[in-house]
Nanobody, 120 residues
């Protein structure tokens, strides 16, 4: 069992930065691919970024490449999403997920989400 708790969301102006964290509990964190998803109002949840179990590989949705960076610290059981050059279209609830498979796969666990709002 893995429990995921996101933090770090908030309100920021376009062009600004935010850093999200996802703290995990459970013994299987270090063996899981970890990912970030987001859901804008009225839209389906979409993939943002993923990182392999050891952190050696990352994968990004095209619209965030060069602006977002996913990383992890297995000793701290935490995955991060550094978001720079934010745009209003990045607004949404950001969810952390633990999955089986790379770079996509079966989502085993979801966090509760953290709101990110980018004002123009």
């Amino acid at each position: 069992q893995v429990q995921l708790v996101e933090s770090g969301g908030g309100l920021v102006q376009a062009g600004g930065s935010l850093s999200l964290s996802c703290a995990a509990s459970g013994r299987t964190f270090s063996s899981k691919t970890m990912a970030w998803f987001r859901q804008a109002p009225g839209k389906e949840r979409e993939f943002v970024a993923a990182i392999s179990w050891c952190g050696g590989s990352t994968y990004y949705e095209d619209s965030v490449k060069g602006r977002f960076t996913i990383s992890r610290d297995n000793a701290k059981k935490t995955v991060y999403l550094q978001m720079n050059s934010l745009k209003p279209e990045d607004t949404g609830v950001y969810y952390c997920a633990a999955q089986t498979g790379w770079p996509s796969g079966k989502i085993d666990y979801w966090g509760q989400g953290t709101q990110v709002t980018v004002s123009s």
